[in-house]
């Protein structure tokens, strides 16, 4: 029998290896194998080379694995940067959010990344980016939605014969 190959393999390593990464349980599977590889005779190097990792890498999880068992394993909390605003803060942005910018102080009528940046600015003394602000929008459940312009006096028989669609 043939063996299998895969085309274009040299890609789809990447694709898995990113796919391990991507959650903390696949995480979690891809140390359990290569501690499991160490266990069955093979060498760091041999197993990071395998997995594709660093052989310090897996050195390292041998030795976590030796002192703490399974729980060495896991996903350890990372650090990351702190946040700029507090839940306190965000609970009051939340809040005025629910109403207009003119009721906040501000010049217009709807809320964008923009307004909310400025908002934030002027009562907190944070600067954030309007990228940000938009992201916040999104985090609290807001969703953006932009007002189509409407002419009052219009001829419904004219916006009909204007419509792309209509039958002439």
Same mark, same amino acid.
């Given at each position: 029998?043939?063996?299998?190959?895969?085309?274009?393999?040299? +890609?789809?390593?990447?694709?898995?290896?990113?796919?391990?990464?991507?959650?903390?349980?696949?995480? *979690?599977?891809?140390?359990?194998?290569?501690?499991?590889?160490?266990? =069955?005779?093979?060498?760091?190097?041999?197993?990071?080379?395998?997995?594709?990792?660093?052989?310090?890498?897996?050195? *390292?999880?041998?030795?976590?694995?030796?002192?703490?068992?399974?729980?060495?394993?896991?996903?350890?909390?990372?650090?990351?940067?702190?946040?700029?605003?507090?839940? =306190?803060?965000?609970?009051?942005?939340?809040?005025?959010?629910?109403?207009?910018?003119?009721?906040?102080?501000?010049?217009?009528?709807?809320?964008?990344?923009? +307004?909310?940046?400025?908002?934030?600015?002027?009562? *907190?003394?944070?600067?954030?980016?309007?990228?940000?602000?938009?992201?916040?929008?999104? =985090?609290?459940?807001?969703?953006?939605?932009?007002?189509?312009?409407?002419?009052?006096?219009?001829?419904?028989?004219? =916006?009909?014969?204007?419509?792309?669609?209509?039958?002439?």
């Amino acid at each position: 029998m043939r063996p299998l190959g895969i085309a274009d393999s040299a +890609t789809i390593v990447l694709g898995l290896q990113d796919e391990i990464r991507r959650s903390e349980e696949s995480r *979690y599977d891809h140390r359990l194998h290569g501690v499991l590889l160490v266990a =069955q005779g093979m060498t760091c190097p041999e197993v990071a080379k395998l997995l594709g990792d660093a052989p310090r890498t897996v050195e *390292y999880w041998v030795h976590e694995f030796e002192e703490m068992g399974l729980a060495g394993l896991l996903e350890g909390e990372r650090s990351g940067r702190p946040r700029r605003l507090s839940a =306190q803060q965000l609970q009051e942005i939340n809040a005025v959010l629910r109403h207009m910018p003119r009721e906040a102080g501000l010049g217009s009528n709807l809320w964008d990344g923009k +307004t909310l940046a400025a908002w934030i600015e002027r009562e *907190y003394r944070i600067d954030l980016g309007v990228r940000q602000c938009q992201r916040l929008f999104r =985090q609290l459940g807001f969703r953006l939605r932009k007002p189509r312009p409407s002419i009052a006096q219009a001829d419904p028989a004219r =916006q009909k014969e204007h419509k792309k669609n209509s039958k002439r």
